[in-house]
């Protein structure tokens, strides 16, 4: 598994598989350098191939089967991701997105609760952020595959202690 330092920490990928497969064995890798590279669109570039590899080259010496992608950035990663494990590794290496796996748990969810929108349209999003405005459109537009318009940059007031 791969994923940011806090979700590694957190061991929650480890705790689930375990649950659910006794004899499974998990390796998790920080990939903190990730993230800034998704965020500036440096999907292909040389520098996130470079990073992958000395990222990648541990778990896959670990004999891994299945990669997972815990986090929500990594899926714009895939393409450079399948290119750089069959650079490194002799086998095929399945990957699997925790972010679809969730998508389909939470879908069958509101199914199963008859909370499903009759609608196929997307909904409007309003976006808020409290970085750059401009860097959050593009990002995402490449996470969503369509424009939500402006965002608007908001400043967090720090909550009064009680």
Known sequence: MIGTASTVRSKAYDTAMKERLSNVEVFAQACP?????????WLSHPVTFKVLEEYLTPLVVEQIDTLILGCTHYPLLKRTILKV???????????VDSAESCAAHVRRRLADLDLLSPSASVGRIFP????????FARVARQFLGFSIGKAEQIQLKEMPAE
């Open 128 to 135: 808020y952020v409290t970085d750059e405005a401009s860097r």
């Open 33 to 41: 350098l990730l993230v800034p590279l998704v965020e500036e669109g």
């Open 85 to 95: 494990l069959k650079g490194i590794a002799n086998r095929p290496i399945n990957l």
